[in-house]
């Protein structure tokens, strides 16, 4: 099951269950849709996979199957992709 990671690697910011905005590689690193476009170009910095739109769980889903709240912040590792 997927860990709905609550906010984006590079710049920190808050991505809910919810959000329209997270992308994730096969890894379930997360990140903003700005990071993913603007720094790293579409693709992973920690394993150099594709990123894609996250899935969104439904709201009476998230009861028994909460999203993680484990935050993972690693600004250092989104330097602009060559």
């Given at each position: 099951?997927?860990?709905?990671?609550?906010?984006?690697?590079?710049?920190?910011?808050?991505?809910?269950?919810?959000?329209?905005?997270?992308?994730?590689?096969?890894?379930?690193?997360?990140?903003?849709?700005?990071?993913?476009?603007?720094?790293?170009?579409?693709?992973?910095p920690n394993c150099?996979?594709?990123?894609?739109?996250r899935p969104r769980?439904?709201?009476?889903?998230?009861?028994?199957?909460?999203?993680?709240?484990?935050?993972?912040?690693?600004?250092?590792?989104?330097?602009?992709?060559?």
């Amino acid at each position: 099951m997927l860990q709905l990671r609550p906010n984006c690697e590079c710049c920190d910011k808050n991505l809910p269950p919810e959000s329209t905005e997270a992308l994730i590689c096969s890894f379930e690193c997360t990140f903003c849709t700005a990071c993913a476009t603007s720094i790293l170009e579409g693709t992973c910095p920690n394993c150099g996979g594709e990123l894609l739109a996250r899935p969104r769980r439904p709201l009476a889903k998230l009861a028994n199957n909460p999203a993680s709240t484990q935050r993972i912040y690693k600004p250092a590792g989104c330097e602009k992709t060559a």
